[in-house]
């Protein structure tokens, strides 16, 4: 292991503060909207094509990396959220192809930050109030409760509307805690019910207190 390759991976349900703790950290913007890689998904790719996908960009760029990167979203929340809706994996499937992820970055420093929210139902109605558009709609809200009604995973589970987003985040919140803590690498589960308070956790999980 190199101390020239950290990588700090922030995660976290929508509203739970990934965003802001990155950005005050330092976010690598650049190669962060690389690694993104919002055009893999919305159920264009199988899971296998997809995790091949993945792996290949994740692999790649542990090899071209240099210095620190920060990371939010990236690692977990999109090909989780993408295995869960669109393919309806059972959790140890998920499991196996986010430790493959894993596998990608051996030879760096990696540590992941996850920032738990003590109810899902308040953080997701704060992020409905401040997503709006210039007239006030919740059009993030409305975007996502959509996509979540009308993924395989929606319509097998019966999740509509507010509620049913309420649901799949629940759910999506408990399976993430479960794969942070199978990770091959330090992880640290901050209590976001407080941000100010879990951003400094996190700054001193990853040394920068």
Known sequence: MTAEKKLWLIEGIPGSGKSTAARKLGLDGEEFARMEAREAFNGRYAPEELMTLMEARWRGFAQRMTGRHIFECAFMQNPVGELMLFDDLPEE???KMQ???AGC???CDVKLGYLRVPSVRATL??????????KGNPVWAEGVSQIIAQSPYGRAHGLSGWEGMVRFYETRQALELRLVRAMPFPTVIADASDHERAQRELAAFFGEA
Do not use: H
Not at 125 to 134: G, K, L, N
């Open 93 to 95: 499937e998920i499991r």
């Open 99 to 101: 430790l493959r992820l």
């Open 105 to 107: 970055l051996a030879g």
């Open 125 to 134: 109605e704060s992020a409905r109030a401040e997503r709006v558009d210039d």
